[in-house]
């Protein structure tokens, strides 16, 4: 049997396997997520409950609804996601962030169905979803394209596919690679790659080369006096965050 070719970059994965067991820890690494998790979390239960009609103040709005989250770290996203009802598969390329989010969502009371996989392998088992979340991990594969035609075959017809990463210009490495590696020591050296960010326009272009239709881009936008992140609809000159949907 032929072996599915894969966008996964190892060196990219063995950065965060290195931090695997940090994921719940909020002063730790991981604590600048922690920290835009609210934000990220306000933008897509905004676009799922707008292109599914689901009511956000009902106890289960997402119930009936599949969701994958690709690049699932240690279950920060699909955790809520599973308390608003969804059926949620996180997958994650390292294999250790996995056993750390099982523990966490058991301990939680949450039933989530965590897998050591990547988006193409799911892609050729015939996995389909009605979101795909693909939150910060684009900039880290090998093949962007690829990996998010990946995400397209792994889409429901009309299904949802959102998408963040960090933008590629002077305001982006002096935040993202000089303020959070060097600076606020955030991050570990190195856990960016300048030339691998993604303009908007250029992400843009590689969801429609990929068989998606963009509908949605969002800058978050942080805020050192309130020590805060919002949705900007105008700022996206570090990270943003696109929505996109398959056709019918």
């Known amino acids: ?6 966008t996964v ?3 990219e994965v063995a950065k965060f396997e290195a931090m695997a067991a940090e994921w719940w820890d909020l002063e730790g690494k991981f604590k ?25 103040t009902a106890s289960l709005p997402f119930e ?46 949450l039933d989530i169905d965590y897998r050591h996989t990547t988006a193409e392998d799911l892609a050729a088992a015939g996995e389909q979803f009605d979101v795909v979340l693909n939150m910060e991990v684009v900039e880290h594969v090998a093949d962007p394209l690829s990996y998010l035609t990946a995400c397209q075959h792994l889409l429901k017809p009309n299904g949802l596919h959102i998408c963040s990463t960090i933008n590629r210009n002077p305001i982006s490495f002096a935040m993202a690679i000089v303020g959070a590696e060097f600076v606020m020591r955030w991050l570990p050296k190195g856990t960016h790659q ?6 908007p326009d ?17 800058g978050f936008k942080f805020d050192f006096l309130g020590w805060s992140w919002s949705i900007s609809d105008r700022d996206l000159s570090v990270n ?9």
């Open 32 to 56: 600048p997520l922690h920290m835009l998790n609210p934000t990220r979390l306000d933008y897509i239960s905004t676009q799922i409950a707008s292109e599914f009609d689901r009511d956000l």
């Open 9 to 11: 970059d190892p060196s």
């Open 194 to 199: 300048f030339e691998k960010f993604i303009t």
């Open 1 to 6: 049997m032929q072996k599915t070719q894969t």
């Open 240 to 248: 943003y965050v696109t929505a996109a949907l398959k056709p019918d």
């Open 64 to 109: 009936g609804l599949r969701i994958l989250d690709i690049g699932c770290g240690g279950g920060l996203l699909c955790e809520p996601m599973a308390r608003l009802g969804a059926e949620i598969v996180g997958a994650d390329a390292a294999a250790g962030n996995i056993p750390v989010a099982q523990v966490h969502a058991e301990q939680s009371g």
């Open 202 to 218: 250029e992400l843009f272009d590689l969801l429609r080369q990929a068989g998606l239709n963009p509908v949605d881009r969002k």
